[in-house]
């Protein structure tokens, strides 16, 4: 599977060729306001509240040509132990067709729409030339046991791998 769009920006030799980072409620604000239509905000009931904690990672690429991608990407708590589930598109469809309540179709349409534009496609993909953006859906019970540790690693065939750790705490 290609991920990206087909009118990526270009490629630009002073940007690093992959940044990962957590994303911002900016970033995460773009796919809507609410979890009827947010399929990054977690999902709520009057009663329980929110039922999931999700941190959501931001994976930036700016790749001077097509590479295949491997992610390997974990949530451990300080008992080594998994904390955190690690999503791809297919997964994290399949987290939301278990816990959606109220949505219409079309609520659902669209929340499955921006799954697949915008989250991993898979641990391993192909990726398009220039610059574009992908999440990574964590999700645990709420809250995430504490402290836990968030480590993503992603590699390019072009040689890049990059490191991100960032602990919950």
Do not use: H
Not at 8 to 26: C, D, H, M, Q
Not at 47 to 58: D, T
């Amino acid at each position: 599977m290609i991920a990206g769009c087909a009118t990526n920006p270009a490629f630009n030799s002073a940007l690093p060729a992959v940044v990962i980072g957590k994303a911002t409620e900016v970033d995460i604000g773009a796919y809507g306001r609410n979890f009827d239509e947010n399929p990054y905000l977690e999902p709520r009931t009057l009663i329980r509240g929110k039922l999931n904690e999700f941190f959501i990672v931001k994976i930036q690429f700016n790749l001077a040509s097509e590479s295949r991608i491997s992610i390997i990407a974990e949530a451990v708590s300080a008992d080594g132990k998994q904390a955190a589930r690690v999503y791809d598109t297919q997964g994290f469809k399949a987290y939301w067709e278990a816990n959606i309540f109220k949505d219409n179709d079309t609520q659902k349409q669209r929340k499955f729409t921006s799954i697949e534009r915008s989250c991993i496609p898979a641990m391993s993909f192909t990726q398009r030339a220039g610059q574009g953006e992908l999440f990574i859906p964590i999700v645990g019970s709420n809250p995430i046991p504490r402290p836990a540790k968030i480590y993503v690693q992603v590699s390019a065939s072009s040689g890049e791998s990059v490191v991100y750790n960032y602990t919950l705490e």
